[in-house]
């Protein structure tokens, strides 16, 4: 007798046992899932000039998804931020528009973990609406009297300057070289130049105040933008999830409406 009223009791507190772990594995489960996916607080996103308007919209609807979150830009050109970061300005995410640049902080440890490519660029020539220098190709910017902006070398817009140079056999003479491709842009749409070597997504960007020519030596420049999180960033958590955020389907729509090419 005493066998038959005792099994009930200990099976009845063995299965409390049990339902008394499961539920408090699966409430752990469950609050760390949370945890790890509502990072909130701010970050600061060193980004090319060449990217601000795409990534200024890229921000918004972050924040927008992400409540409780921050997303603070710095744009300048490519090298420069490459510079800054060197001397130890506060980054949290850096996106180059193009490799090699990233490539000096990856070198020196000042990324962690790898770099990854989120987009392609390419160059157009930016010319006043209409075209009123009947400009058509590379070539034609060698014309007696035109004047012509590009950027400066060690910008990324510059170095693919140089390479459709090569490309093209043609040796431009511009009348000053810029320090970010925002700045060749605006020369051409306040008229101070007649044209200017930009970006594809620049020209779109620029809602008309320019129209773009492009030339066929600009596929021998293509630029693969990269990002990746800065070493020693303060909220590190948040910087990787914005990065993903921009490789994301959602980040890659907003990409492409703006011209940028898949990477």
């Known amino acids: 007798m005493r066998s038959r009223t005792t099994t009930p009791i200990v099976v009845a507190a063995v299965s409390l046992v049990l339902l008394t772990g499961c539920s408090t594995g699966t409430s752990q489960a469950s609050s760390t899932s949370t945890s790890t996916s509502t990072s909130t607080g701010s970050i600061t996103v060193f980004a090319a000039a060449s990217l601000q308007q795409t990534f200024t919209t890229l921000g918004r609807d972050y924040e927008r998804a992400h409540p409780g979150t921050t997303v603070t830009f710095s744009f300048a050109g490519s090298s420069d931020l490459v510079t800054q970061i060197q001397n130890g300005a506060p980054a949290d995410v850096f996106a180059s528009a193009d490799e090699p640049n990233m490539r000096k902080l990856t070198d020196a440890h000042l990324i962690d973990g790898s770099a990854e490519p989120f987009a392609t660029n390419s160059l157009q020539i930016a010319v006043a609406p209409g075209n009123p220098e009947r400009i058509h190709d590379l070539g034609d910017l060698t014309a007696p009297g035109l004047q012509v902006v590009t950027c400066a070398a060690p910008v990324p817009c510059g170095a693919a300057t140089q390479e459709v140079e090569q490309a093209a056999g043609v040796t431009l003479r511009p009348v000053s070289e810029e320090q970010s491709v925002t700045d060749v842009l605006g020369k051409v749409e306040s008229g101070q130049a007649d044209a200017g070597l930009v970006y594809v997504t620049d020209v779109r960007g620029a809602g008309?105040?320019?129209?773009?020519?492009?030339?066929?030596?600009?596929?021998?420049?293509?630029?693969?933008?990269?990002?990746?999180?800065?070493?020693?960033?303060?909220?590190?958590?948040?910087?990787?999830?914005?990065?993903?955020?921009?490789?994301?389907?959602?980040?890659?729509?907003?990409?492409?409406?703006a011209g940028f090419g898949a990477p």
């Open 208 to 257: 008309g105040k320019v129209d773009g020519v492009a030339f066929d030596a600009a596929r021998r420049a293509v630029n693969t933008d990269p990002i990746g999180v800065v070493h020693g960033s303060a909220n590190a958590d948040l910087a990787r999830s914005f990065s993903a955020y921009v490789r994301s389907e959602d980040g890659q729509k907003v990409l492409a409406a």
